[in-house]
C-alpha cells in the first residue's frame, strides 16, 4: 500500500499562486506515475498533471500549461504542483494520486490522498 496527504491547499486571490505538497508513505518503491487530479463542486475529477517517478517525465492539462508545474523530489517521496496565475475557475478540491504502471496517462490510479481544498477568489 501507498500512503498520500497532501497539504498547501488555502484561498487566494486571483493572480496568485499556491504550491501543494504531496507526501508518500508506503511501498513507494512500487510507484510508476504520480498525479494531480481536482474536482470541482458538481463536476467530475479531472487529470491536471503527471510525472513519471524514475525518469521525471511530465504531462499537463492543455488549460494549466505554463501555469502549473508538477515536480518530484525521490529522496523525499514528496510531489509538488505550483500554481501560478491562479484564476477563479481553478477551484476545487486537489487530490494527489499514484499508479504502479506507466501505461495510460489519465486513469487507473492505484492510490488517491484525501485531497485540499484550493479556493480562487476574483
Known amino acids: 500500500q501507498v500512503q498520500l496527504v497532501e497539504s498547501g491547499g488555502g484561498l487566494v486571490q486571483a493572480g496568485g499562486s499556491l504550491r501543494l505538497s504531496c507526501a508518500a508513505s508506503?511501498?513507494?518503491?512500487?510507484?510508476?506515475?504520480m498525479a494531480w487530479f481536482r474536482q470541482a463542486p458538481g463536476k467530475e475529477r479531472t487529470f491536471i498533471a503527471a510525472?513519471?517517478?524514475?525518469?521525471?517525465?511530465?504531462a499537463y492539462l492543455n488549460s494549466v500549461k505554463g501555469r502549473f508545474t508538477i515536480s518530484r523530489d525521490n529522496a523525499k517521496n514528496m510531489v509538488y504542483l505550483q500554481m501560478n496565475s491562479l484564476k477563479p475557475e481553478d477551484t476545487a478540491v486537489y487530490y494527489c494520486a499514484a499508479k504502479r504502471s506507466t501505461v495510460v496517462l489519465t486513469t487507473g490510479y492505484d492510490y488517491w490522498g484525501q485531497g485540499t481544498q484550493v479556493t480562487v477568489s476574483s
Open positions: 510525472i513519471t517517478w524514475s525518469g521525471g517525465d511530465t
Open positions: 508506503g511501498r513507494t518503491f512500487s510507484v510508476a506515475r
